[in-house]
């Protein structure tokens, strides 16, 4: 099945700086998802974002749904230790019934002290 | 927290034996997912449903079946496990605006 690209596969830096990932698609998405995932856990919703050019935040994450509708991007400003994780961007298309999310390869993120 | 509970979070089991795991949701969502997660893979969907008894497969079905006999709860079994379906096993619900919310996850592994 399809997955979609995401750039970086992984990523380590210090506290305090500020992390930019993105994901790639060969086609459209009507929205776009961001979820991290801690080890042993379910990924958590971080933004969903609904139309393109949308910019949305929260706290320190900023999100932007692509014009092109084929990518999406993510920010993470100040970063700090709790922020370690793999965060996955999944793209939804709300075709029939099911409304499947495509989802990254998953970015890892490390932060050190 | 969207209300969704796994069960069980672990499970260690022998090839060819049968296997059914759970997922509960508290909130009346229509739509509930099951996916699995593999090094390398990704999150892959297995089966879904958009209501009770309504159901169709995903993109690695083979070897899985599922039941939704009321809204809460989603099952799906391994009829005969295999090495190959140890995985980490996630349900999800979609939320209106398409928002899909995971349960904690189950780790299964086939000995």
């Known amino acids: 099945g399809q997955q979609l690209n995401q750039s970086p596969q992984s990523m380590f830096i210090q506290e305090g700086e500020d992390v930019s990932m993105n994901c790639t698609s060969s086609s459209i998405f009507n929205t776009w998802l961001w979820y991290k995932q801690d080890p042993g856990e379910g990924p958590v919703l971080l933004i969903a974002l609904y139309k393109a050019g949308e910019l949305t935040s929260n706290g320190r994450l900023t999100a932007q749904f692509g014009i092109t509708r084929k990518d999406s991007f993510l920010n993470i400003s100040a970063s700090i230790p709790s922020d370690v994780g793999i965060y996955f961007c999944?793209?939804?298309?709300?075709?029939?019934?099911?409304?499947?999310?495509?989802f990254g390869t998953g970015t890892r993120l490390q932060v050190t002290l | 927290d969207a209300g969704i509970t796994q069960s069980p979070r672990h499970k260690v089991t022998e090839t060819g034996t049968p296997v059914t795991l759970r997922c509960h949701q508290t909130e009346n969502h229509r739509y509930m997912y099951w996916y699995r997660q593999d090094p390398g893979h990704g999150l892959r969907l297995i089966h879904y449903?958009?209501?009770?008894?309504?159901?169709d497969k995903g993109e690695v079905s083979d070897g899985y079946s599922v039941s939704r006999s009321k809204t809460e709860d989603f099952l799906l079994t391994l009829e005969s496990a295999t090495s190959s379906q140890t995985s980490v096993y996630f349900c999800?619900?979609?939320?209106?605006?398409?928002?899909?919310?995971f349960g904690p996850g189950t780790r299964l592994t086939v000995l």
């Open positions: 999944a793209g939804q298309l709300n075709t029939g019934t099911a409304s499947k999310l495509t």
């Open positions: 999800a619900i979609r939320f209106q605006g398409g928002e899909q919310f």
């Open positions: 449903s958009y209501g009770v008894k309504d159901t």
